[in-house]
């Protein structure tokens, strides 16, 4: 069993896992939108102190890359990059999509994810394979598609089935494969840029 330390900070809530020598800790936080600056560092002391783990034992460090929050997103990837970086150790990136995958045991379904605005981030899986690509779509199109749906919110959509995102993390860590290529998976552009967009184009 691997040595390791994993967050997510791709939410409004914040997880952070460790594992050392099978002794495991996992510290969540359900609200902390706006302010995993502030809290992360503090939570990732805590949860090594825990277990008795420095980052230089680790194994491997693991990170949710997203879709989500954008700037959630970037404060986690630059933590463990630079953790990663000081320990010279690899790192596992794990999307928010394949958070929730590895821990449903269903041959086809698809993952979804908030994204605001009765839109929704959406990723299908069949027999652990990916077979609808990260995409963002309107509730009327979640609502068509054929098949279970996962997820860690309160959604209301038919054959929807909400899993508890506390307890995800640790089974993703360990499942997941090492990363050749670390980088966030946004799916579509920040409302910052897309607002610039159209800016543009009426200025056109």
Do not use: W
């Not at 997941?176 to 290529?181: G, T």
């Amino acid at each position: 069993m691997s040595n390791y330390l994993a967050i997510d900070t791709s939410s409004r809530y914040l997880t952070v896992a460790a594992l050392k020598d099978g002794k495991s800790v996992v510290r969540y936080l359900p609200d902390c939108a706006m302010r995993h600056s502030v809290i992360l560092m503090d939570e990732i002391e805590c949860a090594l102190s825990e277990v008795g783990l420095s980052p230089l034992e680790c194994d491997f460090f693991a990170v949710v890359t997203g879709p989500g929050s954008f700037t959630g997103i970037r404060i986690g990837l630059s933590a463990i990059k630079g953790f990663a970086l000081a320990a010279d150790k690899p790192i596992k990136a794990v999307t928010a999509f394949d958070l929730l995958s590895y821990n449903i045991n269903s041959e086809k379904y698809s993952v979804i994810i908030d994204a605001a605005h009765d839109h929704y981030y959406v990723c299908g899986y069949e027999n652990g394979r990916i077979v609808l690509p990260p995409c963002h779509m309107s509730a009327e199109e979640v609502g068509k598609l054929d098949c279970a749906l996962y997820g860690f919110e309160d959604l209301r959509f038919e054959n929807y089935n909400k899993l508890d995102v506390k307890n995800l993390l640790p089974i993703a860590a360990e499942k997941a494969e090492v990363s050749k290529e670390v980088h966030a998976l946004y799916v579509r552009k920040s409302q910052a840029e897309e607002n610039l967009n159209a800016n543009k184009k009426v200025e056109l």
